[in-house]
């Protein structure tokens, strides 16, 4: 990121910011301001790092510092840049792929096709009365609180996930599931669903393996909550707003 007089911006111009070490791939990931955007890997430290004007950081770190569509295309190029990095070798007969397209990769030997591989993940909130449930997973980095998520499994629905994260991970069963938005999850390359739902039935009985803590919250009562650039966040400052 670059400081400019509005503050931290993703450096535009007719040149590399950096330069781009020899045997890289540059990958064009679509238009930004109306120009062309493209992203190669750099291997850290590099010259300049410690200017004033530049500030090198990681894209979790970014949100706190770049404008909203900026560090959405961020995170498209680290989402590309993993891609790339783990698809160098077809894992059906191990021979180097090559690129067909922006987002494609093919095995010139078994002609197996790759592309960017997107996880699907659900996270639900759920409301009691007046209250919420959060939970602490035992993989958080910190103290904060948030909502049961999961991950996609094969041969189900969305909305069958939802119920079988909640069941699993709470003990308990929901009713009123409706959908509420989705969110580009590029840690490394996914894509959260977020629902709503009401509580019908049930004691929480936590999931060790998962969950260490989790509890309904009255809205004066809240631990810790995730930050503002997940759509966590985003869930539940929708139901304060309301509440």
Same mark, same amino acid.
């Not at 909130?125 to 449930?133: A, M, N, Q």
């Given at each position: 990121m670059e400081q400019q007089a509005s503050g931290y911006h993703i450096p535009i111009g007719d040149e590399p910011p950096v330069k781009v070490p020899i045997g890289s791939t540059i990958h064009y990931i679509g238009e930004f301001q109306g120009l062309p955007c493209k992203t190669y890997n750099i291997h850290m430290?590099? $010259?300049?790092e410690e200017s004033p004007q530049r500030l090198m950081t990681g894209l979790r770190a970014s949100y706190d510092f770049l404008p909203f569509d900026e560090y959405y295309k961020a995170g498209k190029a680290f989402q590309i840049l993993n891609w790339d990095q783990n698809t160098r070798y077809c894992p059906a007969c191990g021979?180097?792929?090559r690129?067909? $397209?922006?987002?494609?990769?093919k095995c010139p030997q078994c002609r197996q096709e790759f592309y960017p591989h997107i996880s699907p993940a659900i996270i639900v909130?759920?409301?009691?009365?007046? $209250?919420?449930?959060l939970v602490h997973a035992r993989n958080f980095r910190g103290t904060f609180y948030g909502l049961v998520a999961g991950f996609l499994e094969a041969g189900e629905t969305l909305e069958e996930c939802v119920h079988r994260e909640v069941m699993e991970e709470t003990g308990l069963q929901i009713k009123?599931?409706?959908y509420f938005g989705s969110q580009p999850w590029p840690y490394p390359s996914g894509v959260m669903i977020g629902f709503t739902a009401d509580y019908a039935s049930g004691e929480i009985k936590l999931q060790n393996e998962e969950l260490n803590a989790g509890a309904f919250f009255t809205k004066d009562k809240l631990p810790e909550i995730p930050q503002k650039l997940s759509l966590a966040r985003k869930l539940i400052d929708d139901w304060l707003e309301k509440a």
């Open positions: 430290p590099i $010259s300049g021979v180097p792929t690129q067909i $397209s922006d987002i494609g990769k909130r759920i409301c009691k009365d007046d $209250s919420i449930l009123n599931l409706k």
